[in-house]
């Protein structure tokens, strides 16, 4: 177990400290021709229509749904890796995401096309990962192995992949639409897509929030936790809901976007250690900064285009997987 | 006509291909393609058209090709030319032709895209003469109707046809205000691109003496631009806006397109100057049925 | 595996002892009797999909037809589109299983295959990058080697410290694979239309049309290639066991596990350059030669075998289930082999590897 280097108020005040310079920066920040000095004129009510269009009806929204999608992300981070007990769990490692992704590729294959339907329809997919994630940790032995799980993951995702594939073969009018679905986006969402993922997020806080408690006591072993009075069974069950609660209003909102769950929970170990009471509130910071982060080089890196913000996270997040296998000798959580 | 004598042809047409230093046939010529000079000798009565345009032009020559690809886009032929082509085999789709069901329809012609690939050239000129018109989609789209229309034989119907194309466009080029400017603009769920002027329908708008919006004109090297930051999305903007995805269905991108503020407030969308177009047309294709379909869009939206 | 000389060798009981001069060679009758039965099923499905799909060809016919007799249309058909599609399956089936089977003594782990960490979305990457983004004459099999040997490098410098085994490599050749993938995919997203169209089979896997150079290529490694991993064998079955062991055993550790590892690159990237990313036949071959031959040792032959005929029956599936639209054959792996992968996983008891 990681030692705290912060206590927990300071870690917080500095997360949130940064995620409030990143939001500034999402909104002064952008692939367009307005660069800082209007946009902030704008901000502060400057009368510039063009500028105020920019910062508040695009760059606005899509700051908020990074925020929206960036903390259901890293909830569900630290979530899987408390529930797994694996430093290397991650909703896209493990196939979550590409459940989630899969069923919207496959509903929309068969002919629904509302977006909110894609919210349940991506709960759903991301439910099944989530199933699987569950049968892999509870199969005796395997569950002790951290790369197992991360290669029941990829076998899964890769096998979703090839079945989307097929799906395409079968249907070109929709292959274009599903493109989408292989790599998240934030820019260019619909507008409501806000209003009909937050009930989503909500839930699954909620659900969060009811078992951070057992989840806790269970790290120090089933006996404890059955000792406090915890269900282990229903603890690991309810966490799970919980992490496909999230990833699906994530998936469902910006498409799969990779290794969020990865880079919160690794950040915030180190930051105060790796008790999930102190790091599950800290994550919900954390994810919105990497995720904004991300999403302004998205937008910089290629000027005057744009990148979808899930390759960035891939490259961002790939090398923090290397440097945790890397660095540690694997410690169950 | 007996299976014999459909072997004995296709030998023959093998034969043929493989010995084109023999001049067999009175009505012989060579044809300049992608991979070097291709001989053909006679009318072809059995074409195979891979690819949009290929089919475009053979159809609009009056010759009916026994085998075409799926469209980009779509899993039949585009809609466009579904009436004229009737009932047609599909050998494969854009993305991987079927050797074997085109070996199956025994053609004596192929007429390719000018992006196959060398592999796959190899294997279909051992079938039949294949023309792989040379140069890509940048240069003007007559020179590749008329290559096909060489390889068909019916080269002066192809002049003849391009010249009713330029008859109608200087007619229409009267009637249209000129100077408008226009952007076509392909509205992918991933956001929009715009299309590049140079290519087949940016041709036929020049033709019309309508003006390229600008960044329709800077995309020299591509077919059209990366996807654009909905930031920059007033680059689409121009006098009048053609609005097309892969699909024929144009409605469905404008439906998609309204649902972002920054579409909307752009000034051709607010003086209804958005034209839905068949994208399988606009972004796909070109020949002269095509031409004669971007014709028919133009004149509809800016006249009536 | 007896190290004193004094005496002649005994074959063990099921072995064969084959020797010439100083040299000598142990045969497990089981495996050879596999590799048997292997090879003339082998030659069976072969010949039987080089009919298929056609009312007026028969085996026998099509045989005939493969040495130049017969009707002039079905020798074209056969010499010229199914016997370089079935010999192209077949190399590289053959390599990729033979590749499998190394990394997995290597790594002391059955889940450590090529395409697993990261070969296969290196080489994807290189060939794509070659379609859509650089414009290059170099051919996209030319680059697609590359790619896989860079990868190969990355995840093994990057992994260096903890040995070419254990969780840290697969970890690590996951993510370098995660990285070449979204690279693939950033390209994707940026070329237009018909340039992805172009760059579609090396994406999921494809034996249409293959360049004939990459694989005769592809002939010329595998024909070194497998022998060399024969010879090879004896030391890798040593290699099983825990390092002491093997050193004690006599095996300089270190010139084997470089010499094993630049084969199993080697073959991987000469397949990859043909079919693209078809990584599951280098998991599941493996397993089906270690299940027929029902022993612990390294089929390396087996699962050669065993790979070919995997893949020139994914590819038959791809080619007829929805005719005349092609599905590639990596679909028909990853759709057919991927729940296999699952059930390797759940089913594997916690320390046995290999």
Redesign the interface.
Known sequence: MLAARLSVPQALSYTAVCLLLLCVASLLLGAGDIGILPSLQALLGGSDEDARFIVFELRWVRTELALLVGLALGAAGVLLQAVTRNPLAEPGLLGVSAGASFAVVLAINLGASAASLHLGVAMLGSLVGCVLVLLVTRMRGVGDDPVRLVLAGAAFSSMLGALSSLLLLWDQRTADEMRFWVIGALAGRPLDTLDWSLPGLLGGLLMALLVVRPLAALALGERVASGLGHHPQLTRLGTLLAVAILVGTATAAAGPIAFIGLIVPYIARRLVGSDIRRTLGLSMLLGPCVLLLADVISRLLVRPYELPVGVVTAFVGAPILIAVVRNHRLPTL | MS?RS??QR??AA?TTSLLLALPLHASERTLDSAYGPVKISGTAQRVVALGDSALDAALSLGIQPVGTL?S????DVPDYLKTTAGKI????????P????I?RL?PDLVLASS?L????Y??LS??APTVVPTGN?FQDWRKTYLTYAQALGKQEEGQQRLAEIDKRSAELRHRLPQGQAVSVVRW????PVIMSSHLFVGQLLNDLGLRANELAAAQAQ???????????L??INADWIFLA???PDGRKALEDAR????FT?LSAVVDGHVVTVDGQIWSSSSGYLAAQQVLDDVEKALLD | MNISSSRPLLAPAGHHLLRLGDYSLMLHRRSMVVALILSLLLATVATWILAAGDDALTPSKALLAAFGQGEALQVFLIQELRMPRLIAGLLSGAALGAAGCLLQTLARNRLATPGVIGIDNGATAFAVASIVAVPTSLAPSALALSGAASAAILTFALAAGGGARGYRFIVVGIAIGALFGALTNLMLARSDMDAANAAYPWTVGSLNARPADSVLLLGIGLAAGLPLAKLLVNALSLMRFSDNVAIGLGVRLQRMRLLTLALCVWLTALAVAVVGPVGLIALAAPEMARHLCNRHGVPVLNAALSGALMMILADWLGRTLLAPIEIPVGIIAAVVGGPYLLWILLRQAPRSST
Do not use: F, W
């Not at chain 2, 591509?222 to 920059?232: G, I």
């Not at chain 2, 649902?259 to 920054?262: C, E, L, S, V, Y």
């Open positions: 299976i459909h072997l296709t030998a093998i799926a980009r886009g779509g899993d085999t599909l050998v494969g789709s854009v993305r991987e079927n050797l074997e069901a070996l025994q992006d690939s060398r592999d796959l190899a294997k051992l079938m989609s992918n769920p991933q956001g591509k077919p059209h631009s990366d996807v654009l930051s909905l930031e920059n007033s680059r995805t892969l699909n649902k972002q503020p920054a407030r």
